[in-house]
């Protein structure tokens, strides 16, 4: 397999985050002065506070969604990769070519690269989503807490191979060692899986008690074994602490999307509860009008009336004085 590609953080490929919306476009259409009486409800006005900043830029939901898919390819990637360097455990624990070594060493750094990439790009996806107040925000929480389970599963699936597989170094170190030392005792035994092989000092001390050809191979197969395990525990205390990194994301990330979300349902309850007295006020509107024109019809009868009385008493008299 080749690990060259993973040299550059492979998330720099996604889609750009920053873009603009257009808000300069929107700002000469004032529509005041139009013969509109009544007052229209919150969200379907024009834009009015050309003034105002526009709010924090965020991806739409098909950015959002095509990030998420490309950070799952990588994922994918990643178990390859696993099972990549379980293979290459097999090998090197069969034998002590070198090559295998090497290609184990190779493997376990590209796939480190692999895990920070995407560790960079879920971070960017939690800060993206802790500034989306629109309707994608749902959308976009079930797709990134599935994708960031979805990498806690394949940690958790690398740690588990790396124990497994450092468990059988130390096997096959204590078995090794029982064959230079067939008398050692099992406390012996167990500190000399623990000892530095690296150490020269402690490879020529074991050679004390067995010089023969056979025990100067067995202990190189030994600190070959030991310089497995250091590679180990070294991608075992990454994984620990890349996994605690995700945990403490999460953690930090949970107020500012607390927050966000209550944000986002009071400026909902807000628009809905503006609604509603825009919908009362356009209803009073209506009703003082409809009372005006009843107004002005009762006195518009009343005038009528008392013209009409007027005239018919003014007729009655003058017939009245002609008689």
Same mark, same amino acid.
């Given at each position: 397999?080749? &690990?060259?590609?993973y040299n550059n953080n492979p998330y720099a490929q996604g889609p750009d985050q920053e873009g603009g919306y257009g808000y300069a476009n929107n700002n000469n259409n004032n529509q005041y002065g139009q013969g509109q009486y009544e007052m229209q409800p919150y969200g379907q006005e024009p834009n009015q506070y050309a003034n105002q900043p526009p709010p924090p830029t965020t991806l739409t939901q098909q950015e959002f969604l095509q990030r998420v898919q490309y950070l799952r =390819?990588?994922?994918?990637?990643? *178990? =390859?990769?696993?099972?990549?360097?379980?293979?290459?455990?097999?090998?090197?624990?069969?034998? *002590?070519?070198?090559?295998? =070594? &090497?290609?184990?060493?190779?493997?376990?750094s590209a796939t480190q690269l692999r895990?920070?990439?995407?560790?960079?790009?879920?971070?960017?996806?939690?800060?993206d989503l802790a500034k989306t107040q629109?309707?994608?925000?749902a959308t976009k929480s079930a797709q990134l807490n599935s994708l960031r389970n979805t990498f806690k599963g394949e940690l958790e699936k690398y740690q588990q191979i790396e124990s497994d597989y450092q468990r059988r170094y130390r096997d096959q170190i204590a078995r090794q060692y029982r064959i230079v030392n067939p008398e050692a005792t099992e406390d012996e035994v167990k500190q000399a899986t623990e000892l530095d092989w690296g150490n020269?000092?402690?490879?020529? *001390?074991a050679l004390k008690s067995n010089r023969t050809g056979q025990a100067n191979s067995v202990l190189g197969n030994v600190r070959a074994r030991h310089n497995e395990l250091q590679r180990i525990e070294k991608t075992l205390v990454e994984l620990a602490t890349l996994y605690q990194e995700m945990a403490t994301l999460v953690e930090a990330q949970e107020p500012v999307v607390d927050a966000a979300e209550q944000n986002a349902q009071q400026t909902v309850d807000n628009i809905a509860k503006g609604n509603e007295e825009v919908a009362v006020a356009n209803k009073h509107a209506r009703n003082r009008r409809k009372l005006k024109w009843w107004c002005l019809l009762?006195?518009?009868?009343?005038?009528?009336?008392?013209?009409g009385l007027g005239v018919g008493l &003014? %007729? *009655?008299?003058?017939? %009245?004085?002609?008689k």
């Open positions: 397999m080749s &690990y060259g590609q =390819s990588e994922i994918q990637g990643l *178990t =390859s990769d696993i099972e990549g360097i379980a293979a290459l455990h097999q090998r090197s624990l069969a034998s *002590t070519d070198s090559n295998a =070594s &090497y290609q184990l060493e190779q493997a376990v895990n920070t990439a995407v560790k960079d790009g879920i971070k960017a996806l939690e800060k629109d309707g994608s925000r020269e000092g402690v490879f020529q *001390t009762v006195v518009v009868i009343i005038i009528a009336l008392a013209v &003014y %007729c *009655t008299n003058n017939k %009245c004085g002609s």
